[in-house]
């Protein structure tokens, strides 16, 4: 893909959807719309949605839909549940305990595949949001002269295989797909040079401190909160090995989007409308951080969410900035779309680490997995969500390979270091 359809997959952002021929205009009326979707045969086939996430920061647009009343405005209840791991909320996904979760975008495709759990159709509604992510190394290896991937290659190299424990949050997930693509960018192979071990994200810190890894790759704050109790640095974020890369996502079993098209479309739309108010400012990002702190969300002090929500970044060992990747979960609704390319980054890489023993058909499992379909309607319902010309976008990772969703096949089989 070049760099000038690149540019023409972007969000045309005076381009907006108009509305289906049964509603016309009236989708883009806030005050009309909500007694239409409320009400005959588009209402919700369930008021009561009870949602799953874990305590971390890029819950925010599942939780403010719930605290600002998105959910409402939508003809729906959403009930969010706090949930103790990833595989909680895989094994209660599954059993239909919960209708729908905040999920790892690669904890989707690997239920989807059969990988780490039992296979199961599952339906990708709306990316939650991009960037945000971090990779935290020890103190103690801060002590011992390294301070980035460069300084850890040589230390890993020099001490036998498997001598370094890092930790991530689940196999076939983001995290453990950033850790890898990370080490294996300086020739660290994370299959045999290093020992990996599944951590759920609010047990990271506690763990480092006692010493049982070296490293880490989660999500906020639990990288930050590592710096201010004094046990670790922030070596690399996420958004440096792939800016504006998917994160987490609106999942749930495509059995229940079928059973229930109407509540999927008003759940997408109250996220959707959570993460747009979101990010419309600096004092609405201060409020979401103050809210999410609490006890019932992720428990933990406010300044330790809102620094790196608002992109001011420190990395416990003397740099700072502003970062122009930091987390975002609307962006003109460049964020929110599911994009194609986005799902099938994750099985490129589920095949390249040999979770995946066989070629898939990429784009085929993408289209059936990611709801374009119910997003699209989920967008016109809010109004004035712009829509991308393409459903493919192009990136360029850490190691200056180009990712455009092309030909995943050769992309996957591409890397030096696999397994």
């Not at 305590?55 to 939508?74: E, I, Q, Y």
């Not at 904890?107 to 971090?134: E, R």
């Not at 693509?181 to 599944?198: E, F, H, Q």
Request: charged content about 20%; hydrophobic content about 40%; some cysteine.
């Amino acid at each position: 893909m070049s760099d000038n359809s690149t540019i023409k997959n972007q969000i045309n952002r005076r381009q907006f959807l108009l509305g289906g021929a049964a509603l016309g205009g009236s989708y883009l009326l806030p005050g009309l719309m909500n007694s239409v979707w409320a009400a005959g045969s588009d209402a919700p086939e369930k008021k009561e949605v009870r949602v799953g996430f874990i305590p971390l920061t890029d819950c925010a647009s599942v939780v403010m839909a719930s605290v600002k009343g998105f959910d409402k405005k939508h003809g729906i209840s959403l009930v969010p549940s706090k949930e103790a791991s990833w595989a909680a909320v895989r094994d209660k996904l599954l059993s239909g305990e919960l209708d729908a979760s905040h999920i790892l975008y690669g904890q989707l495709y690997g239920l989807q595949m059969g990988l780490a759990g039992p296979q199961s159709n599952m339906a990708c509604l709306m990316t939650l949001n991009q960037n945000g992510q971090a990779i935290t190394l020890a103190n103690a290896l801060h002590d011992a002269g390294v301070s980035d991937l460069a300084g850890l290659q040589k230390k890993v190299a020099a001490n036998p295989a498997g001598t370094y424990t890092f930790a991530q949050t689940f196999p076939t997930g983001t995290h453990a797909m950033w850790l890898n693509y990370w080490l294996a960018s300086a020739g660290i192979n994370p299959l045999t040079d290093i020992r990996s071990v599944v951590v759920p994200p609010p047990q990271m810190v506690m763990n480092m401190k006692i010493g049982n890894m070296v490293g880490y790759c989660v999500g906020e704050p639990w990288n930050q909160r590592a710096i201010s109790d004094n046990i670790g640095f922030t070596a690399a974020t996420s958004q440096q090995i792939w800016p504006d890369h998917p994160e987490k996502v609106l999942g749930t079993r495509e059995a229940w989007v079928n059973s229930n098209p109407n509540t999927a479309r008003a759940l997408t739309a109250a996220v959707l409308e959570a993460a747009r108010w979101i990010d419309a400012s600096e004092a609405n990002r201060r409020e979401t951080a103050q809210v999410i702190a609490g006890r019932a969300w992720i428990n933990t002090k406010e300044e330790t969410i809102v620094g790196r929500m608002l992109g001011q970044y420190q990395n416990g060992i003397g740099q700072s900035w502003q970062d122009d990747h930091a987390m975002r979960f609307f962006h003109d609704g460049e964020v929110s779309f599911p994009w194609l390319s986005d799902g099938m980054w994750f099985m490129t890489q589920h095949k390249r680490w040999g979770l995946l023993k066989q070629e898939p058909d990429y784009l085929a499992v993408a289209r059936q997995v990611n709801r374009i379909d119910i997003y699209k309607q989920a967008a016109t319902q809010v109004g004035n969500v712009a829509i991308p010309d393409s459903e493919m976008r192009s990136s360029v990772l850490i190691d200056d390979k180009r990712w455009d969703g092309s030909n995943p096949a050769a992309y996957a089989n591409s890397f030096s270091v696999k397994q």
